[in-house]
T-cell receptor, first 117, second 113 residues
Framework: DAAVTQKPRYLIKMKGQEAEMKCIPE?????VFWYQQKQSKELKFLIY????????QIDMVKERFSAVCPSSSLCSLGIRTCEAEDSALYLC???????????????FGHGTKLSVL | GDSVTQKEGLVTLTEGLPVMLNCTYQ???????LFWYVHYLNESPRLLLK?????KRTEHQGFHATLHKSSSSFHLQKSSAQLSDSALYYC???????????FGDGTVLTVKP
């Protein structure tokens, strides 16, 4: 099966601190998506990269997060100033070509579980 | 924008009974690509099955679903629940321009002996 690697698995931060999570997409995949999962339920879309360029992101990400994919083999998602509501599982996923493959699947990593105290 | 509705947040069943998890969607596009992902505890979400053409059934690992564009639905079914089916199930709709998946809120399926 595909291997999307995320590090670290667990991250603990105090309110106001900066947080950074990394993702290594599946080799050869050009599309990378970040999702936030709270309380083991809703998967909320955060940001989407195609060929390392951010193409879509929600307002919260624009305002408080920093996300880059400097290479096809490494992406990162950062929170500039952590808040309690940021406590969640952050899932990185990748797919071969993004929108071009109509029924192409997403491959997910195990996620980074962030706890903000 | 696109939206996906999973009306059941929690489904509890006895082993051996049939499973049906509801999924309806809204999109402005005539072509709809639907997926079911399953998320087991301490694992990464993974694809369970994906839609085919309108009114065509797709099957995988004992589960099946049929895309019905007339009712904008893609319900997940299984004839007989197993204990190992206990997990969180997401229905998702794909934006074919961006590749972004819009997920429903998820349904936690618990199968009891």
């Amino acid at each position: 099966d595909a291997a999307v690697t995320q590090k670290p698995r667990y991250l603990i931060k105090m309110k106001g601190q900066e947080a950074e999570m990394k993702c290594i997409p599946e080799k050869g995949h050009t599309a990378v998506f970040w999702y936030q999962q709270k309380q083991s339920k809703e998967l909320k879309f955060l940001i989407y990269f195609q060929n390392q360029q951010p193409l879509d992101q929600i307002d919260m990400v624009k305002e408080r997060f920093s996300a880059v994919c400097p290479s096809s083999s490494l992406c990162s998602l950062g929170i500039r100033t952590c808040e309690a509501e940021d406590s969640a599982l952050y899932l990185c996923s990748s797919s071969q070509s993004g929108g071009q493959g109509s029924n192409e699947r997403l491959f997910f990593g195990h996620g980074t579980k962030l706890s903000v105290l | 924008g696109d939206s996906v509705t999973q009306k059941e947040g929690l489904v509890t069943l006895t082993e051996g009974l049939p499973v049906m998890l509801n999924c309806t969607y809204q999109t402005i596009y005539s072509n709809a690509f639907l997926f079911w992902y399953v998320h087991y505890l301490n694992e990464s979400p993974r694809l369970l099955l994906k839609s085919s053409t309108d009114n065509k059934r797709t099957e995988h690992q004992g589960f099946h679903a049929t895309l019905h564009k007339s009712s904008s639905s893609f319900h997940l079914q299984k004839s007989s629940a197993q204990l190992s089916d206990s997990a969180l199930y997401y229905c998702a709709l794909k934006d074919t321009n961006t590749g972004k998946l819009t997920f429903g809120d998820g349904t936690v399926l618990t199968v009891k002996p």
